[in-house]
């Protein structure tokens, strides 16, 4: 009788000690720890760090991906890149942005100029302005993102700055790595008739670069990855402000301008986009709304000309564009045949609260900028509601807007050098999380680029500082859970 007892005793006891081990296993909080890599130094403390990796390395990323999330630990080269490498349409910047290459501080390489290539003045500019920036570095294997030399910025193949061949000459470069880590300017996609907002319109193989692109669709935006632009006009300035309105005359009164609403531009009579300004006659009323179009564009502008055009082309010319612009409390900012118009912009910088009419426009830099503050949006379906809509707007709260849009204005948008430094520091705010600047220092004066804070991290007792950056896909909770454990673990 004992012995059998004796025997039985040995797969019990065996089955008990699994049963342990797996509670401990599930139940153990995850120790992953990134040493938060400053950028001017890192916080070394090499023998608990070591110690702490060869433990994390090993065990707990098995676990996570087994549980199809994934975990990025940011130390060189420790980066894991998960999820569905030939979709570049799934991009966010956890699996196509290479993060390792950002770990020594934020940095930019522009490529060599190709001289063959043709470049437009705007982006002659673009490249300019980052090679001028404190973070241009000359060192492609050292650099963080990658600005290629070609002019991606028009697309549209009937555009006469169009330039072929690019689905060859980006992936040549050297360090492309199919777009990992690279920026690509487009303002033009897509073709007349249709003016396509999909990815693919853009007749280049951008693979997994960051598109900075306007006329961006909700609908074909990846989200937290690519860069709404706003379109800026040919003659943008370099580096001198063209500068605000308010600015200028010096005088942010009368609250309530001679016109409650106005637009001056193009109307296209038929095909995409045509719709909304080919009814703003409607509520026209030559008063205080004064919604002024034209049908001539192009050369063959008639053909297509209805019945109102020849009324609209001569009222058109009664009324001066600044002068309506400047005597606007709101202007209406039309999607012309693609979602952003040039209009937006100019709105903002004769402090002219933008009224935008274009579904599923993804607004220039909405990651950061809250829109609510300076413009309104309606649903172009509801341009008769457009004046009750404004009307509604008190003398106050108008007041609040305007300052509200000359100070977006002159933050982020009023030359080449600040619409490029706030693009770069977007990106740095992505990747470096953890330090991202917060939704005021963003939306509030000074504002973010002023705040150009760099950290670093004094270290005078014995303790480190942990930052876990935990990227997930799939299922997120449990993992979550864990992570709050390892931060209080540390902490
Ligand atoms: C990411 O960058 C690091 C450092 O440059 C490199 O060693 C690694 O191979 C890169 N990973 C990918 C997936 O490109
Ligand atoms: C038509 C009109 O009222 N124009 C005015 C617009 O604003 C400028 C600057 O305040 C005035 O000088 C114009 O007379």
């Keep these: 009788m004992k012995t059998k007892i004796r025997i039985f005793a040995v797969p019990i006891i065996f089955t008990f000690l699994t049963v342990v081990w797996l509670l401990w296993y599930i139940f153990t909080p995850l120790r992953v720890v990134y040493v938060h890599n400053t950028y001017e130094g890192v916080v070394k403390k090499p023998d608990r760090i070591g110690t702490i990796l060869d433990h994390s390395s090993s065990l707990e990323i098995n676990e996570i991906t087994a549980k199809q999330t994934y975990l990025k630990l940011l130390l060189p080269n420790q980066v894991h890149i998960h999820g569905n490498d030939d979709n570049s349409q799934e991009c966010n910047m956890n699996t196509c942005f290479n993060m390792s290459r950002c770990l020594n501080g934020f940095s930019v390489y522009v490529y060599k100029p190709v001289f063959s290539a043709k470049i437009s003045p705007l982006y002659a500019k673009i490249l300019k302005v980052v090679s001028e920036s404190q973070y241009l570095t000359t060192d492609p294997t050292t650099a963080c993102v990658f600005l290629p030399p070609y002019d991606t910025l028009d697309r549209d193949p009937l555009s006469t ?112 986009g045509s719709v909304a300004r080919n009814a703003l006659s409607n509520i026209h009323n030559n008063r205080d ?162 705040n150009q804070m760099e950290y670093v991290y004094k270290n005078n007792n014995n303790l480190f500082t942990a930052v876990v950056n935990i990227y997930e896909t799939v299922t997120g909770a449990k993992l979550s859970e864990k992570v709050k454990l390892v931060v209080n673990t540390f902490e």
Aim: aromatic letters at 16%; glycine letters at 4%.
């Design 289 to 450: 709304i004064v919604l002024l179009t034209t049908c001539i564009h192009g050369a063959n502008w008639y053909k297509y000309e209805d019945r109102l055009c020849e009324n609209d082309n001569n009222v058109y010319t009664e009324y001066e564009f600044v002068d309506l612009m400047i005597n606007s409390s709101f202007c209406l900012v039309p999607r012309g045949r693609r979602l952003g118009s040039f209009r937006f912009l100019e709105s903002l910088q004769f402090g002219c609260i933008p009224v935008s009419l274009s579904n599923s426009y993804v607004m220039p830099f909405s990651d950061v900028i809250d829109w609510k503050l300076t413009a309104i949006n309606i649903d172009e379906r509801n341009l008769f509601q457009v004046p009750a809509e404004i009307h509604s707007v008190s003398a106050n709260q108008l007041l609040a807007m305007r300052l509200q849009a000359q100070f977006i204005w002159e933050t982020y948008f009023s030359s080449t050098r600040k619409y490029i430094s706030t693009i770069l520091e977007i990106l740095k705010d992505r990747i470096y999380s953890h330090f991202s600047r917060s939704y005021h220092q963003w939306n509030f004066p000074p504002g973010a680029i002023f």
């Design 161 to 272: 700055d169009y330039s072929h061949g690019f689905r060859y000459t980006l992936t040549s470069l050297p360090f492309w790595n199919n777009g990992m880590n690279h920026l690509v300017f487009n303002f033009f996609s897509g073709t007349f008739p249709t003016y396509s907002h999909s990815l693919s319109s853009l007749n280049l193989e951008f693979g997994r670069a960051i598109l900075i692109k306007a006329s961006v669709s909700d609908n074909f935006n990846r989200r937290g990855f690519d860069i709404s632009s706003p379109l800026l006009p040919k003659d943008f300035k370099l580096t001198d402000r063209h500068p605000g309105a308010l600015r200028v005359l010096n005088n942010l009164y009368p609250v309530q301008r001679k016109y409650l609403l106005s637009f001056k531009g193009k109307r296209y009579v038929w095909g995409v």
